[in-house]
C-alpha cells in the first residue's frame, strides 16, 4: 500500500506529540517524582513510535522505543529523573523533531541515532535509586480511592462502536484522531482493545470507546462520522449513573459491558493543562486545512471587497429603482463572509509561545544563569500571517533578555535581587491590535551609553546625541549596525541586530516601543495589526494625490489655525492638550505643493510613548481597504507598506507611520 499520501498527517501528528514531550521534560525536570507526568511522555513517546513503524520510518521508532525503556525505569517509582536524563530526553526529543521535519514522501531519512540510543542506555545505568521514604511518598497507598466519584456521579454513559474504512492504510493514527476528538465531548472510561492496543495498531477495523458524557449521543455521532475514513459509527446508552462496579453477572446485557476497571479513574488536571498547553486543544473539533487555501481564500474575498466598493460607488452615481436594496444586501453578506474568513484565519499565540519556555531553559544553562520565564495571554487570536513573521523577532527579544538583560546569579545578589531572574513574555488585545511585551527584571539599558556609543560609532554627531530625550536614545538601539556589546555570544550579537528586528515588526503594519529603568528592567512592546488582509483606514488627500493611513495607528485628527503653528529647534509643532505635539509635513516630506490655508488638518498618531502630528490638506473619509504588499521592485521603498485599491479603481498607496521618520532622518 501506498503510505506517502499519509505524510502529511503523520508529521502533523507526530509534531503534536513532540510538543508535548518538550512540555512535559519541563515540568519533570522540577517535579522528578511526578509518576503523572512520566506517564504523558511515555503515552506520546509510545504513540510516535507505533506510528513511524506503521509508517516504517525505523529510525524514529528504534530512538523511541530506546526512550520507552527509560521512561519505563523511571515510572516505577524506584529512580528519580535527574537533570542528565532530563538532559538526554530533551536530545531525543530535538533529534526527533529533526528526523520528522526531514520526512520527505516516500523516502526515509538517514540519520544515525545509534550515539543517542547508547547514550539513553547509559542513562539507565547511571540512574540514582530513591530512598524508601521518597519511593513510599510517590506510590499511591492501598487506601487510595482509584475512582473519581465525582466523575462517576454525572452525565451518561455511552458505548461507541467505530468502523473504520477497509482502505484505511493508517489506521492507527486515525483511531487516535478518533480518540482525540472523542475527548472533547466527553470523558473517555474505557477502551476495546486497549488505547496501548490501539496505539500499536493491534485491531481490525473495529473498536470501541465507553464515554461519559451530557452530549446528545447522536450529535456526537454525526460528528465523528465526518472524519476521514471512518466507515460506520454506532452508539447505545449503557447506565445513567452507576453506583458501584459490576463484577459479578451473567446477563448478557450492553450495561455489563462496563465491569470495575471501565469506571473513571481520577483525573488529573495538572496532566490535562500540560497536554492542552502543548497541542493547544479548542472546545471544538476542526479539520486541517492547508494554509495555501486559506491564502487563496482571502486574496478572493479581497477581490470581492474591491468589487463591492466599486459597485457601491456605481450606485451611489447612478440611482437606478431597487438597486441600493440589493448592494445592502450585498453589503452585508461580503461583510460577513470577510469576518468568518479571517476567524477561520486566527490562530492562537499559544503555538509560537510554547516554544519559548524550552529555548529560556536551554539558554539559562548555556549562559550559566537562573531564569524563569512567565507567560500570559497566550490564548490572544492573531491572524496566521502575522503569527508566521513575529516568532523571529520574539526569539531575538529573548535571547537579548537572557545574554544582556538578566544579570548574572552572583551580580543578582549583591543588587538586592532575588538569584532567579524574571522574562515575562506577555500577549495583549487592544481593539484591532496585539499587543506583545517582553519584559525583564535585569540591570536595564543606560541611555548616556545609547547615546555615547552611538557617537563613537558614527551613528549621529555629539551634537545631536545631547539633544536626545532617553525616550529617543532607547531608539537607537534600533539603527543598522548600533550595538553596545564588545563581544559575540553564541545566545545573541550574531549579526541579526534590533534594526532587523523593527523592519520585521514595520513590515507588518506595527510598531516596537522601548522603556527601561537602570537596575530596575527592560521592557520592549510590539504593536500589530490582527489581520494584514483587510483593515480600516483614513483616506487622506496631499495636493492632488490620495493616500492611506491605517486606523490602528491613530490617535485622533485636529484642526489647527496657522497662527497657532511654532517652530521649536527648526521643527513646526503646535500645542494640543496643553503639550507640545511635533508635526510632520507630509507635503514637504513626499516632494508635494500645499496651498496656503487658514487652517491644516493633523492626523495624530503615537511613536515611542510620543504623540506626532502628521500634516495633510484634506481628510476624505474612513474607508475599508484590502492591503495588496509590494513585489520585490518596490519592498524597500520607505515611508509606504504596500498600496490598496479604491472604489473608483484609483490605486492609493499605505503610508507607514514609522518609515516616515526612517524617510525623514535620510533627508
Known sequence: MDMSKYVDEFKAEAREHLQIINQALLDLEKNPNDLTILDIIFRSAHTLKSSSATMEYTHISNLTHEMENVLDVLRTGDVSATSDTVDVLFECADLLEDMVNDVPKGKLSNMDVTPLTDKLKGTIENMERKTIDETETSQPSEEDDYFDNELINSGEYYLFDILLEKDCGLKSIRALMILKAVEEYGKIIDT???????????????????????????????KL??????????VILVDKKPEQPQTDTNEPNAKNEL???????????????????????????GVRVQTEKLDDLMNLVGELVISKIRLMQVGNENKVPGLKEILDHLNILTT????QVMQMRLV???????????????????????????????DIELDRTVLDEIGEPLVHLLRNCVDHGIESPDERLKRGKKQTGTINLTASRDKQRVIFTVEDDGKGIDPHALRKMSVIKGIISAEDASKLSDEEAFDLIFRPGFSTVNRVSDVSGRGVGMDIVKTKITSLNGSINVNSTIGVGTKLSLHLPISMAIIQALIVGLNDKIYAIPISNILSTIIVKKEDLKTINGQPATIMHEQVLPLLDLSELFGENRTDKSEIYVVVIERNFQMVGLIVDTLIDRHEIVIKSFDNTLKHVEGFSGATI???????????TDGLFNLRDKL
Do not use: C, W, Y
Open 225 to 234: 462520522q465526518l472524519i476521514p475514513e471512518v466507515e460506520k459509527v454506532g
Open 348 to 378: 492562537s499565540v499559544e503555538r509560537v509561545f510554547n516554544r519559548f519556555p524550552r529555548m529560556i531553559r536551554d539558554l539559562s544553562k548555556t549562559v550559566g544563569k537562573d531564569i524563569e520565564l512567565v507567560i500570559e495571554g497566550s
Open 259 to 285: 465491569n470495575a476497571k471501565t469506571l473513571a479513574p481520577k483525573t488529573n488536571s495538572h496532566s490535562d493543562k500540560i497536554i492542552k498547553s502543548a497541542i493547544g486543544l479548542k472546545s471544538n473539533q
Open 646 to 656: 479604491l472604489g473608483d479603481g484609483n490605486v492609493v498607496p499605505i503610508i507607514d
Open 336 to 339: 460577513d463572509l470577510q469576518n
Open 192 to 222: 476495546t482493545p486497549s488505547r496501548i492496543e490501539i496505539e500499536d495498531g493491534k485491531f481490525d477495523l473495529k473498536f470501541k470507546i465507553s464515554l461519559s458524557s451530557d452530549m446528545e449521543p447522536e450529535t456526537i455521532k454525526n
